[in-house]
Each structure stands twice: as structure tokens, then as C-alpha cells.
């Protein structure tokens, strides 16, 4: 009989509109690297979130080492040396990085023996040989405010490893991290499984499963499909299975046919809060009907470039033109008005309104002009109808419709709405930064179809992704940065996917 450390039994949740799980039962060896695979909005989030505590089954039992439990917090779970590292990042902005991780249980002394006192001074040494010691380096003094995203995933990694779990939960860990930071992670999971932990990896990408997972559940819409030995299944067999439908994994791509220059960015520099150049005398320009996509390690400037065409930040020196219309000190309103539209990187901080309704959000765009507005009074029946026909269109799923609070959502579903609102505008100008972070195999695929749509439309398309694969999939111009400099545009049929991993991590032509 196989060593169970988890099982769950027949587990059935509902919210409200919607059945998150469905009669879905799994066991978890000890020592495995057992991963859960499906669509966004499958239900692989809540099946974990109730191992953990945070949701109670409705119907069914789990067990941890063959004993029947009831979790009621996260801090039950935590008592059987169950962690979590989240998808959407449990932390507190204000606080230093070591006090997010070591929150609950902060190493206390005591002062003239009988005050206590929390040793942050300590916390920070710990905290610090723990970053270094799996490769995800941080600052322990840093705030959370004022880090990037991907540092955010790194201590929401280390405060799971800080506290010793037993069982860990991954929940699409890997969404945020540069190619660089998955090998490392990916080998630090690797390495805990050869320490006899146990790992349960939510994740969209089936090639991080093929390398590390022993054995892969998968669910759809709700319901267990089938657990496959990971050795022995094809990656079209498990995309398959996921989204229920044969998967297209190479997207017909039409021959380019390129227009009038539509974006020009000559001589861009970009200072940040202390005055350090992040981008410098940058300069491209693209097409209609081409997709420039802009390659890189994550921190080089692109975000940073796409940011000041935006209007998100400001332009230290160079010009931003618009079929010829400088707009380089213009406003966010007045760039859109010109035909600009915005998929950005960090959905929840820039691209959503989090507890506002999906119908609000999809109608941001749009919301003071008719039919949405007339005479300064709002037109709900129009949101709502608008929402309806992009739900439909761009496959988001919400339980209640466009009347679901956007933060219940999966992070998937969210950069669904995001994009189908963006692209709907169908303007001169689509910038894509990161669009498929996140995303389910399905989704990556309709995402794709879409930019290839639009720029076959005759848009000029701006894509910057840390996913090599993807640029060299979509693009037909691809410039290259390092340190804030383009180091090499060229035709993307001039390029090898290793020519640009060189030139990524800062190798000049001869």
C-alpha cells in the first residue's frame, strides 16, 4: 500500500454561481513532487486552499499521514507542517521583507530577563543566509512597497521555507521569476524533495511539470480527469486533457506586411526615484502591422519603456511620437485618445480597480463616452452588456458574471479581462508586457490568436516578455536590451533563439 502524507477524499466546494470542486479525490506520496495542472478557474487553487485552511470542504474528508483532520485557518495546517506560497502575494506593503517572514513567529527575547523584545537584528541574519542559501537573494530591510514583483514571489517562497513545512504547496510559483530565477527554483524543489519533503506544484506550464513532477493531476472545469505518471505522457496529451480540446501549440502566423511607422522613440532615457538611469538613449520605432518585441533578462528597462510610452512614467530626455504627434509630455488620457492602449505587467497594482466589479473594470475604457455615459449619468445596462458579450468572447470565468468582485477572480481570469479589454479598443498602438504571465495553455494560445488578429488588422504591436519562446513564436522585429540599452534589433527570422539569449545577457557583436 502507498505511503499517503495527504489525501482528499471526494472533496466538494461551492461558491456562490459556481462549483470550484467537484467529487475530486487525490493522494500524495511522501517524497514526491505531485502536480496539479488545468485551466485558470479549474478549482486547483481552492483544492489546495482547503488543504491549507483557508476554505472547508463542503463534502468529503482529508487526511494527512493517514489520520482524518479539520482545518479551520491556515494556522491548523501550519501545525502539520503544511505551507503555502500563494498566487496572489499575502503581504503586508509596508512592512521589511525578514518582518513579512518571520510574521507569527518572530524570534523573542527577553531584556533584564522578564521584558520582551523582538530581535529584528537576528530575524535580518537568518533571513539573509536563507535567501543566499536557496538562491533567491534579498534585502531583509527592504519594504515591500518599494520591490518589484518578482522579489515579492521570492519572499513569499522564503517565508514557506522559513518555517520548516513539511508539505509544501506551490501555487504557480514560477509566474513571476525570469528564466533564470525557474532553473533555480526549480532545483531548490528538487532539492527539498531529496530531503524527503513533500511538494504539491500548481502550475500552467506543462514543461516545468515534465522536469520536476513525479505525478500530475489534472482538472477541468471542477472535475478530476485523471492522474498521469508525468515519464510516460506526452506534453500534447496532458495540454489536451487540460483545456479538453485538441491544442494548437504553433498558431499560423500570415506573412508580415508592414505600414507607416506608427510608434517612434528616439533618444529615451528614463531616471527612476534616486536618479539612476533604467533606460538610456533608447531608440525604435514600429510599424503597422508588426510586433516588436523587446527581449531581456526582467530588470534591464523594458518595463520601463513600455511605461514612459504609456504615459505611466515620465521621460527624463528623447521624444515618444504617435504617427508623427509627439506626445512625449502628454497625458495617460490624451495617449489613449491618440490610439494607445495598455496591457500592463503588475495587473493587480495598474491594470485593475481589485474591488470593483468585472463589468466596471471591462468598462473602464469606455465608461464617459456613449453609449456608457450620456449627460454625466451612467449607463449600467450598457456595462453589463458589454461585460456579457466579453465574457463570452474572451472565455473569462467569474461566478457571478460581470457582477463578481474582481479580487475573487483567478490571477488567469483577471489577465483575461484585462487583455479583452485592451484589445477591444482596437487601436493603432497595443502594448503587451507579459500578457501571458500566468495563463493556462488555452488562454497562452487565445492570447497569441489575438495579437497575431490584431496586427494582421494593421496595429503596431509593442511586446515585451521575459518568455523567449513566446517572442520568438510572435515577433517579427526583435531589439534586445541589457542594462537599460538595446543592444541589437534585427528581423526575427535573422535571429536564433541563442543569439538573443547572448546578446539577454549582455554579449556585443565582435
Known amino acids: 500500500m502507498a505511503d499517503y502524507v495527504v489525501e482528499m477524499r471526494h472533496i466538494t466546494k461551492r461558491f456562490p454561481g459556481?462549483?470550484?470542486?467537484?467529487?475530486?479525490?487525490?493522494?500524495?506520496?511522501?517524497?514526491?513532487?505531485?502536480?496539479?495542472l488545468g485551466e485558470n478557474g479549474a478549482g486547483k487553487s481552492t483544492l489546495m486552499s482547503m488543504l491549507f485552511g483557508m476554505y472547508e470542504p463542503d463534502r468529503g474528508e482529508i487526511l494527512v499521514n493517514g489520520k482524518p483532520v479539520v482545518f479551520h485557518s491556515s494556522n491548523d495546517a501550519a501545525a502539520h507542517s503544511i505551507g503555502m506560497v500563494h498566487q496572489h502575494f499575502k503581504l503586508v506593503d509596508n512592512y521589511t521583507i525578514a518582518e513579512n517572514i518571520v510574521l507569527g513567529m518572530e524570534p523573542v527575547k527577553k531584556k533584564l530577563g522578564f521584558i520582551p523584545w523582538v530581535d529584528m537584528r537576528e530575524a535580518n541574519r537568518e533571513i539573509s543566509e536563507l535567501s543566499q542559501k536557496y538562491h533567491l537573494e534579498v534585502n531583509p530591510t527592504d519594504r515591500i512597497e518599494d520591490v518589484p514583483v518578482s522579489v515579492r514571489q521570492r519572499v513569499e517562497i522564503l517565508k514557506m521555507l522559513y518555517r520548516k513545512a513539511e508539505i509544501m504547496i506551490f501555487d504557480e510559483p514560477t509566474a513571476v521569476l525570469t528564466p533564470q530565477e525557474i532553473d533555480y527554483l526549480l532545483k531548490i524543489i528538487d532539492e527539498l524533495r531529496n530531503n524527503g519533503k513533500t511538494i504539491i506544484l500548481i502550475t500552467h506550464k506543462i514543461e516545468e511539470i515534465k522536469r520536476i513532477a513525479d505525478r500530475c493531476a489534472i482538472l477541468l472545469r471542477g472535475k478530476l480527469v485523471d492522474i498521469l505518471d508525468v515519464a510516460s505522457a506526452s506534453v500534447q496529451e496532458m495540454a489536451n486533457m487540460m483545456v479538453g480540446r485538441e491544442v494548437d501549440f504553433n498558431p499560423y502566423k500570415s506573412p508580415a506586411g508592414f505600414g507607416e511607422t506608427v510608434l517612434s522613440v528616439s533618444g529615451l532615457t528614463v531616471k527612476n526615484e534616486h536618479g539612476f538611469e533604467t533606460v538610456k538613449n533608447v531608440s525604435f520605432s514600429v510599424r503597422s502591422g508588426e510586433i516588436f518585441a523587446i527581449a531581456g533578462v526582467s530588470g534591464n528597462g523594458q518595463t520601463e519603456i513600455a511605461d514612459a510610452v504609456a504615459g505611466m512614467i515620465r521621460a527624463s530626455s528623447g521624444k515618444i511620437l504617435i504617427s508623427g504627434q509627439d506626445i512625449t509630455g502628454s497625458s495617460i488620457r490624451e495617449r489613449t485618445e491618440a490610439g494607445i492602449t495598455y496591457i500592463p505587467e503588475d495587473r493587480h497594482g495598474t491594470g485593475l480597480i481589485m474591488d470593483f466589479t468585472l463589468q466596471d473594470n471591462l468598462a473602464l475604457r469606455?465608461?464617459?463616452k456613449e453609449p456608457f455615459s450620456g449627460k454625466g449619468i451612467l449607463?449600467?445596462?450598457?456595462?453589463?452588456?458589454?461585460?456579457d458579450e466579453l465574457i463570452e468572447k474572451y472565455d473569462i470565468r467569474s461566478s457571478l458574471g460581470?457582477?463578481?468582485?474582481?479580487?475573487?477572480?483567478s490571477g488567469g481570469n483577471q489577465q483575461k479581462a484585462i487583455v479583452g479589454r485592451e484589445i477591444e479598443e482596437h487601436t493603432k498602438l497595443i502594448i503587451f508586457v507579459q500578457p501571458t504571465r500566468g495563463l493556462d495553455i488555452g488562454a497562452i494560445e487565445m492570447i497569441h490568436k489575438q495579437i497575431l488578429s490584431e496586427r494582421d488588422r494593421g496595429a503596431a504591436i509593442l511586446l515585451i516578455s521575459l518568455e523567449l519562446d513566446e517572442i520568438m513564436e510572435l515577433a517579427d522585429t526583435i531589439g534586445v536590451i541589457y542594462n537599460g540599452q538595446l543592444l541589437k534589433t534585427a528581423p526575427a527570422d535573422t535571429m536564433t533563439s541563442h543569439d538573443v539569449g547572448r546578446y539577454m545577457m549582455g554579449v556585443k557583436d565582435a
Not at 20 to 34: H, L, Q, R, T, Y
Not at 379 to 387: G, N, V
Open 18 to 36: 459556481i462549483i470550484a470542486n467537484d467529487d475530486v479525490s487525490i493522494s500524495v506520496k511522501k517524497g514526491e513532487v505531485f502536480a496539479l
Open 366 to 368: 469606455k465608461y464617459y
Open 379 to 387: 449607463s449600467f445596462d450598457r456595462f453589463r452588456s458589454y461585460a
Open 402 to 409: 460581470g457582477m463578481t468582485t474582481v479580487r475573487s477572480m
